[in-house]
């Protein structure tokens, strides 16, 4: 602003003078101007994607300041967890980080190309929106934008590519001059409208009648009327400016209102989706509900059948315990039966042979029959105390823990038995003597004997 009023001043101090160089200190005060207007190129986040642009704006803008300007968007974090805003956070770090690395390279090639140069970086959601607000804090006057990619451009190129720099040509301030290069070829070029400058050429062309300049410096006094114009010229450049912040306050007011109504418009979905999702969940809540209830329900019903099936199986248990019972005892009571009746039968035998022997007139020698079984003997043993008896009825006399006599209940002095052969063999010569008939009953009754059915 300072070296735009200085300007007006020394332009206005030519005129007042009418000298004949007043053209020749015009040019050269607007040379000194444009040369010492800082130039500012705007990068991209890409490695060295801008490095076309900034060799081009060095090599043909002829300027001797240069500023690298890098607008950032800054990472949102719209959901809640610590573990993610940490994630968020160091992502947002490490592009930053990037970031001023790649402007420390671009102001290295400034460095080699022997120019002074500097850098500004600013954070803002919108790249194109940053890039304004730039031109209009910093009264930028001079820019350089790339027109596209490097990796976008061809011979037939003539118009812009890139939506970004559209949107800076459309709506940067008429006092931002904007050259649009694409891989070291201008594309496009938006001049910069000066209504000072303009102003203050037709002022000096009108100088050149030196008669009317007369008449005008009589009317009025030269110096005031110098300092009038200059007023007037600064006036002019505030209400443009005011008038360009006004509009660029306006859009941005209206982009506000633009993300205010897509975030309204996001709310509203994001809480009828909320909605939904709590609709499902609680039918997915009374599913499963119902599910448990009916789950419960068979679980009561299965411990009621299994309480049922134990209490039969008990009761089972306990029949088939009675009637183990019965069968044991049944089975008793036919061995006691099975022994009565052989002792019937035994002694039905005994009896009629008994009427045999009677009926046929035949005596059986005493000592024939064992003293224990009142039978024939077959195998007869002498004992220790003298007497003859059957082997097998003395041995299970004696098996059975007797130590004494079965005749004269006294001790025994020793349990050995010797075989009486004589006593054999007079019992089998009296059986062959004996008849046929005396012979099977005896047979029979040894049979019975001996407990054999």
Same mark, same amino acid.
């Given at each position: 602003?300072?070296?735009e009023i200085?300007?007006k001043?020394?332009m206005?101090? @030519?005129?007042?003078d #009418?000298?004949?160089?007043d053209?020749?200190?015009m ?5 000194e ?5 800082k130039i500012?190129v705007a990068?991209?986040?890409r490695d060295?994607?801008? $490095?076309s !642009? ?6 043909n803008t002829?300027g ?5 300007v890098?607008?950032? =968007?800054p990472i949102?974090? +719209?959901v809640p ?6 994630q968020k956070?160091?992502?947002y770090r490490k592009k930053?980080?990037k970031?001023?690395?790649n402007?420390?390279?671009y102001?290295?090639?400034?460095? =080699? &190309?022997?120019v002074s140069?500097?850098k500004?970086?600013?954070? &803002?959601?919108s790249?194109e929106?940053g890039i304004?607000? *730039?031109?209009? =804090?910093? #009264?930028?006057?001079?820019?350089? &934008?790339g027109a596209a990619?490097d990796?976008h451009? +061809?011979m ?5 590519r890139s939506?970004?720099?559209i ?10 001059h904007i050259w649009?290069?694409?891989n070291g070829?201008?594309i496009?070029?938006?001049?910069a409208?000066?209504?000072?400058t303009?102003y203050l050429?037709g002022t000096s062309?009108?100088?050149? !009648?030196?008669?009317?300049i ?7 006094p030269s110096s +005031?009327?110098a300092k009038?114009d200059v007023?007037?010229?600064?006036a002019l ?5 005011a008038k360009?912040e006004?509009l660029f /306050?306006a859009s941005k007011r209206?982009?506000a209102?633009k993300?205010?109504i ?9 809480e ?7 609709? *499902?969940r609680?039918a997915?809540e $009374?599913a499963?509900?119902?599910a ?6 068979m679980r009561?019903?299965?411990?009621t059948r299994?309480d /049922?099936?134990?209490?039969v199986?008990?009761? %089972?248990?306990?029949?088939?315990s009675?009637l183990?019972?019965v069968?044991?005892?049944v089975?008793d /009571?036919r061995?006691?039966l ?5 002792k019937v039968s035994?002694?039905? @035998?005994?009896r009629?042979?008994e ?5 046929k007139?035949i005596?059986?020698?005493?000592y024939?029959?064992?003293p224990i ?11 220790a105390?003298g007497f003859?008896?059957?082997g097998?009825?003395i041995?299970?006399w004696?098996?059975?823990?007797h130590?004494t006599?079965p &005749?004269?209940n006294?001790r025994?002095p020793h349990? !050995?038995?010797?075989?009486?052969l004589?006593l054999r063999?007079?019992?089998q010569?009296?059986l =062959?003597?004996?008849?046929?008939? %005396?012979?099977?009953?005896f047979? %029979? *009754?040894k049979?019975?004997s001996?407990?054999?059915?």
């Amino acid at each position: 602003m300072k070296l735009e009023i200085q300007e007006k001043v020394k332009m206005a101090g @030519s005129t007042r003078d #009418g000298g004949s160089n007043d053209g020749e200190s015009m040019e050269i005060s607007k040379r000194e101007t444009v040369m010492d207007e800082k130039i500012y190129v705007a990068v991209t986040k890409r490695d060295l994607e801008s $490095k076309s !642009s900034l060799v081009w704006a060095i090599q043909n803008t002829g300027g001797r300041q240069f500023c690298i300007v890098y607008v950032h =968007q800054p990472i949102h974090i +719209s959901v809640p967890g610590a573990r993610f805003h940490e994630q968020k956070l160091r992502r947002y770090r490490k592009k930053k980080k990037k970031a001023l690395n790649n402007l420390d390279k671009y102001l290295h090639i400034c460095r =080699q &190309m022997q120019v002074s140069a500097e850098k500004m970086y600013i954070e &803002m959601d919108s790249i194109e929106e940053g890039i304004l607000q *730039l031109i209009s =804090q910093h #009264g930028i006057k001079k820019l350089v &934008m790339g027109a596209a990619a490097d990796r976008h451009y +061809s011979m037939k190129m003539r118009d812009l590519r890139s939506k970004k720099a559209i949107y800076i040509r459309r709506e940067a301030p008429d006092t931002c001059h904007i050259w649009f290069p694409c891989n070291g070829y201008l594309i496009f070029t938006r001049e910069a409208r000066r209504r000072e400058t303009l102003y203050l050429e037709g002022t000096s062309s009108s100088s050149l !009648s030196q008669s009317k300049i007369t008449k005008r410096a009589e009317s009025f006094p030269s110096s +005031s009327m110098a300092k009038a114009d200059v007023r007037i010229q600064v006036a002019l450049v505030e209400a443009e400016r005011a008038k360009r912040e006004t509009l660029f /306050e306006a859009s941005k007011r209206e982009e506000a209102e633009k993300s205010a109504i897509d975030a309204i418009k996001r709310a509203k979905d994001s809480e009828n989706r909320y909605l939904n999702e709590l609709k *499902l969940r609680k039918a997915k809540e $009374k599913a499963l509900k119902e599910a448990r209830e009916e789950l419960e329900k068979m679980r009561s019903e299965s411990e009621t059948r299994t309480d /049922e099936f134990n209490m039969v199986i008990r009761e %089972l248990q306990v029949d088939y315990s009675v009637l183990m019972e019965v069968l044991r005892r049944v089975r008793d /009571e036919r061995e006691e039966l099975k022994i009565e009746l052989s002792k019937v039968s035994k002694l039905k @035998s005994k009896r009629e042979g008994e009427e045999v022997f009677r009926s046929k007139d035949i005596e059986l020698p005493q000592y024939f029959l064992c003293p224990i079984t009142q039978d024939v003997m077959e195998d007869p043993q002498v004992a220790a105390d003298g007497f003859t008896y059957e082997g097998e009825a003395i041995r299970c006399w004696l098996d059975t823990g007797h130590e004494t006599s079965p &005749m004269t209940n006294k001790r025994l002095p020793h349990t !050995s038995l010797v075989p009486n052969l004589s006593l054999r063999s007079a019992i089998q010569e009296w059986l =062959q003597e004996a008849p046929e008939s %005396l012979n099977q009953i005896f047979c %029979l *009754l040894k049979i019975e004997s001996k407990g054999v059915p």
